[in-house]
Structures are given as C-alpha cells and as structure tokens.
C-alpha cells in the first residue's frame, strides 16, 4: 500500500529538486535551485515599512535568501514609545525555496503582486505580530542597470538589482510586551522584492573594491491620494489613466539634523519629474520613530558586525532593545535609517518614511555637494 503522508524530511534525497519544480514556473532547463549565477553574491529578498494611522507604531522587516552560499536570514523590527526592539534569524536555505520561515519570523505569500501576509510569532525579545499587507499601487518591473565598463576589478559586472516596488494598506495586529496595537483604518506600508547579486551580501569579506553597499543617497516612500513618490519613480494605484511609472530625476535637498547626533529631523526636498512637473515635499519625523536598519544587517549589526549574507553556523535567532531616549544608543545605532514622517505637498500630508545614509547625509549638506544644504 503506497504511503500517502511522505513529507518534507524526504526532499533532500531528492536533489537538485524542489517543491517549486512542481509549478509550471521554469525559465530554463535547470531545476529552480539551480541559481542564474555562480556569483556566490547571487540573492533574493523582500523589504517592509508600516504604521498604524497615527504613527504610534512603526515596523521594519525583510528577509534574504542566499542559493549560492546555502544561507536563509530575516530580521524584525518595532519602533514604539521610544523603544526599538529587533529580531534576527538564521537558517540553512535548505531544499524548499517557497519556505520563508526563518526563526519566528513567518511571512507567508497570499497573492503574488497583492497580498501578503506578515508574520512575527512570540519570542524572546517580546515582540510579535500579524500584518495583512494588500497592494493598491501597480508595481512596474525594475530593469538591471549594470555594465562591465563601471565594475570592480575593471571588465567585471558590478551589483545587479532587479524588482518592483509599491504600496498598499495594512491590517492586524503589533504586540510589544503583551500591550497590542490594532493597525486600522489608515494604516499603511510599502514593500519591494529585489533580486540580483551584491548589494553588500557578504560584507566587507565579499565586497569587490572594499565598499559596503548600504545605499548612496537615500530614498522617500510616500503615498498620496493620487500618486507615490518610491525614490526615483513615482508610482499610481491600480486602474490609473498615468501608464507605468513616471521617473524622477536627482532632487534638491535642504535638510535639518540633531545637533547631537547628526541624524535627520526635518527636510524640503525638490522632485523634478521627467515630465517637467517639480513636486515640493516638505517632511517632518514623528518624535524618535525611526527604524534603524543597522538592525537588519544593513551595514553590518551595531554589536555583533553581523552583515546580510556574512553568518555561516547553525540555526539562530537574536535581538535586542535599544532606549531611543538615550543620545548615546542612537549614535550607535545610525546608517540606513528609516524616519516616520509628517509629508506635505501642496494642501495634502500623509505620513511617510524619509530614508537618509546617517550621518552621510549630514556630511554632504555641510560639504555643499550638489543638490544638497542645511535646512
């Protein structure tokens, strides 16, 4: 009699094969865990900022894959009352690439291109959650922009990245501490899928050319009524007569820091569109909501120098509270920083998140590089 309940402990035996070879999703005569590249940088992930309406509650996730090197990862973060909390875990990639579970942290892929569905089960730093994300904006595909002629060593293909991007409403629940915060009416979020190879996976020890690839000039994710502004395009919602996406070219900033931290507080910025149109949006950070992505291995961990792509042993899962009152944390936590904003344009404020480089976006306003000034 044939055994009808053969499971998951048995897919290893079955290599290079994979549950997701069982879609019709193939795009070339490998199995799908065989990767495009042999680029050991080669990876896939997936990125999350939300907020309930007011902006009380803030949360950071992401995750990466790694099929070169075998490695799966995925961080947590929540901003609340001062209080910065983060998870990290790490696994083997193992077979089943459709299984995004990394420690406690469980996203789960409902409709691709419309919903997803975040998940933070209970653990040790107190923080938990369950998030509905459903996508309103259309999400236009991210061409590579790479080439030989500007990569490291000269002649080699530098960082690739390819994707999408949105935006979309966000329903559930964030718990800190047993105290919940339902996300209702008005709360909102944005997210991307990339993929490619570098990007800073690895660390210092992989990088071609020693740089650290955290970002050059930070970026904005703000949804109005009509239009979002991710970056370097603006994006519409599903149904919108504007086709694709409109680009925008390289904005001019006048930005105001802590005196004592050089971490952002205020801006102005300049949009200029390639259709001609300049959007003017003037933001203001909600007290300390910012998430500090440092926390996320973006950069590298500000404790343990844990870079995304760089840990290499058996299953783990950490974390850690940072107090955002005390000036000292906040220093120690700065690089890719995501600030929770009050964003104005015209008549309309929304919130939104503007993300600085901290302190590079200091440095270059002092300096007087191009298209940057204090504020």
Known sequence: ?????????????????????DFMVHQTPDPVRVSWTGDPRAYERYWMVAHDATGEVMVATGGSIYPNLDRAEAYAVVVRGGRHTAVRSFRPLGV???????????????????????????N????????????TTRQVFREPLSDSAHGTP???????????????TVSGWVEVDGARVELGPGSAGTRDRHWGTGRGVGGPAMSLGGRLHVGTNGNAFVPFADWTLWGDRVYYPFGHATPGATKVLKPTRRLRFDPDTQVFVEGVVDYRLVTGQTRQLHYERIGEQTAYLRCGMYGGTPDGDIHQGSYDG????EGETHDLTELRQRIGLR??????????????????????????AFEACTAGRPGWDLL
């Open 1 to 21: 009699m044939t055994d009808l309940s053969v499971g998951d402990d048995f897919f290893a035996e079955q290599f290079p094969l994979s549950p997701i070879d």
């Open 96 to 122: 089943d690439r459709t299984d995004l579970r990394v420690g406690p942290i469980a996203p789960q892929i409902i409709r691709g291109l419309r919903e997803w569905r975040y998940v933070l089960e209970p």
């Open 124 to 135: 040790e730093q107190g923080i938990s959650w369950d998030i509905t994300f459903t996508d």
């Open 154 to 168: 000269p002649g080699r293909r530098g960082d690739v990245t390819a994707g999408f991007e949105g935006f979309g």
């Open 314 to 317: 058996p299953p783990m899962t």
């Open 335 to 360: 690089g890719l920083d995501e600030h929770l904003c009050r964003v104005t344009c015209d008549d309309e404020t929304v919130i939104g998140v503007y993300q600085t480089i901290d302190p590079l």
